[in-house]
């Protein structure tokens, strides 16, 4: 009850914040004009369409994810709020998990506004539905719940510019780790390669997420590879959230 | 008693009509230049592209976004020397950047062999994008067909020729054509007939005015020729 509360305030709190409508307003802008670039790609307007509409969403979702998420704890801290909400009978988890909720409650309804934007522009351009396309843009919804953990977990302990800086390196190397493996078991020594393995299995693999060019080309996709790149996401929000929690749980506000 | 010119009621009105006027009187008339200044401006970016293995890590996993954009940039440039000198020498970087960001870029394997081969004359070039292409889409019958297609028309090599239309006809999706093509390849007859028919269907399916002048050029030099004799 008290994590719904929280989540309800923070999600009311993000939909009035101006950088929402903002990055929305680039992202239709984006989004819009693939349309008129399309026009120009000789039989490719459908591919050219979808390819950029789901870039579009996941980039301008991430930039949602990033600029509202390294605020959630450190505005509260900023504007002393949290003195009060940490003095009322509430474990500070539940303020943790409520702050949570409610941004991934933002980005579902933005997130979901682009995704829908995408596929009526999509079925527009080919004269057909691409259903595909939203399973696409839920898989993509999961790498942004994890980007949205990480901003959580940095803004716990840092300041809001550190926590961007942070969270946009993670996004980058997720974004690459499939690239930076592969790179690794061609070129580095056995110490680099042991390295660099190591952190391809801790660090989150936000490229397992995208699933879009096999939507884009009608290419088949294994259930089990979409179920299973799911249960990695989730299991990575709580691992992601658990970490938020314990260093939240300790730290001193006085 | 009137007020002063930089009266704080003023400043937004005068920091508007300031904005309009810069506009106006000077980015609008610096970009109608642009055009005139553009062609210069493609060359560059054309020549400037990064290696593929550098635009697969710049462009963060959006492979399929990046591919698009360079492959903007490759009809932008076959355009542009089309209009002028009708020589491509960049294309082939192009198109293989195209297809390294986008293995599954079927449209770019094809266009690109295409203009590979009568644009710059590199058939070699061409059936090596095609053959790539068919590797890198194995259930997809255009690179085949196309692969075929430049067998029998440009290089008369029949054997290839009938090896990618057998190729082919295995595939979901190919033209009904195909399989008379086996046919008359095996019998060795019907060479004008075939080519003919080729053309025609890359002229019908043609997404480009410029595939479509291709096609109506080798169209109807076989139809200059004179019918061989049975």
């Known amino acids: 009850m008290k994590i719904t509360a929280i989540a309800l305030t923070t999600f009311r709190e993000a939909v009035r914040d101006r950088i929402l409508y903002t990055i929305l307003a680039f992202a239709f802008l984006l989004i ?40 959630l704890v450190s505005k509260e801290i900023e504007r002393r709020t949290l003195y009060a909400i940490v003095a009322k009978p509430i474990y ?33 351009v080919d004269g057909r539905w691409t259903p595909g396309l939203l399973l696409a843009s839920a898989l993509d919804f999961l790498a942004l719940m994890i980007v949205t953990a990480v901003a959580i977990l940095f803004s716990t302990f840092s300041t809001p510019t550190l926590s961007a800086m942070f969270t946009l390196a993670v ?84 | 008693m009137s007020r002063p010119l930089l009266h704080p009621s003023r400043i937004p009105w005068l920091a508007l009509a300031l904005a309009g006027g810069l506009l106006f009187g000077v980015v609008v008339p610096l970009q109608r ?67 390294a960001l986008d293995p599954h870029f079927v449209d770019a394997y094809t266009l690109g062999a295409l203009f590979l081969n009568y644009g710059t004359g590199d058939v070699a070039g ?61 019998a060795m007859t019907g060479e004008r007939e075939t080519a003919l028919e080729l053309w025609r269907a890359m002229r019908d399916s043609a997404t480009s005015d410029w595939v479509r002048e291709i096609a109506e050029r080798e169209i109807a030099k076989l139809e200059g020729q004179p019918a061989p004799a049975r």
């Open chain 2, 33 to 99: 230049q642009a055009p005139a200044l553009r062609g210069a401006g493609l060359e560059d970016r054309v020549l400037l592209l990064p290696p593929p293995a550098a635009l697969r890590v710049a462009s963060l996993g959006f492979h399929g976004a990046a591919a698009d954009a360079v492959w903007l940039l490759a009809i932008q440039y076959i355009g542009g020397h089309l209009a002028s000198d009708r020589k491509f020498p960049e294309l082939k970087r192009l198109v293989e950047t195209v297809v």
């Open chain 1, 32 to 71: 819009g004009a693939s349309v008129i670039l399309a026009t120009l790609s000789i039989g490719q307007e459908a591919k050219i369409v979808k390819d950029l509409g789901l870039a579009s969403s996941s980039l301008f979702g991430t930039f949602i994810a990033i600029f509202l998420g390294i605020g």
């Open chain 1, 171 to 254: 996004f980058v190397i997720g974004r690459l780790s499939g690239d930076l493996r592969s790179f690794a078991e061609q070129f580095a020594g056995p110490g680099l390669r042991q390295a660099l393995e190591g952190m391809y299995l801790i660090l989150p693999d936000l490229s397992r997420f995208q699933i879009g060019p096999h939507i884009v080309y009608g290419l088949p996709i294994a259930s089990t590879e979409v179920l299973m790149a799911a249960a990695y996401g989730l299991a990575y929000i709580l691992v992601l959230l658990l970490v938020a929690i314990g260093i939240f749980e300790r730290r001193d506000f006085k």
């Open chain 1, 92 to 124: 500070r988890f539940q303020f943790l998990l409520g702050k949570y909720i409610g941004l991934v409650l933002t980005l579902l309804v933005t997130v979901g506004v682009m995704a829908l934007l995408v596929f009526a522009l999509a079925w527009t």
């Open chain 2, 126 to 186: 061409g059936i090596a994008l095609l053959e790539r292409g068919a590797r890198a889409n194995p259930m997809r019958w255009e690179p085949p067909h196309d692969l075929a297609r430049t067998y029998y028309l440009d290089l008369k090599d029949y054997r290839q020729a009938l090896h990618w239309f057998e190729v082919t006809d295995r595939l979901p999706g190919r033209p009904h054509y195909v399989p008379r093509f086996v046919a008359r390849l095996y």
